[in-house]
């Protein structure tokens, strides 16, 4: 079993530029919070079609969520994966193949249910 650190070291092995502000005080110990800047990282990816980046992002979650624990699995699901936004490149989801993609439309699917939409009444 992986715990958060060496999936979060091997996540910057992929992408060094995530460095700093993973290990940055502030996020160092939550994995929501790191799982959220992966999110706007390749959110910026989606938006510039970085096939290369989110491919990687692909393979490495496809691989690795298996290992993890369930605290760090319910953050790249509900931080990461169900906050992505693929209305600007919509055939990219295409890309997260069948692990991920059958999770990102569950997750989709709870968000947009009527019981999940109280007070739209």
Do not use: C, W
């Not at 530029?17 to 800047?37: A, C, N, P, V, W």
């Not at 510039?48 to 298996?66: G, H």
Request: aromatic fraction near 12%; charge should be negative.
């Amino acid at each position: 079993m992986k715990d958060q650190d060496l999936f979060i070291n091997e996540l910057i092995q992929l992408f060094p530029s995530l460095k700093e502000e993973f290990l940055d005080e502030d996020y160092r110990d939550s994995i929501t919070f790191q799982m959220g800047r992966f999110k706007r990282f390749i959110q910026q990816a989606i938006a510039k079609n970085d096939l290369n980046a989110f491919d990687v992002m692909v393979d490495f979650l496809t691989k690795n969520l298996p290992l993890v624990d369930k605290r760090v699995q319910n953050a790249v699901y509900l931080s990461f994966l169900g906050k992505l936004d693929f209305s600007e490149n919509p055939d990219l989801k295409k890309r997260l193949g069948q692990h991920l993609g059958e999770a990102y439309t569950d997750i989709e699917n709870y968000n947009n249910s009527p019981r999940n939409n109280r007070g739209t009444e």
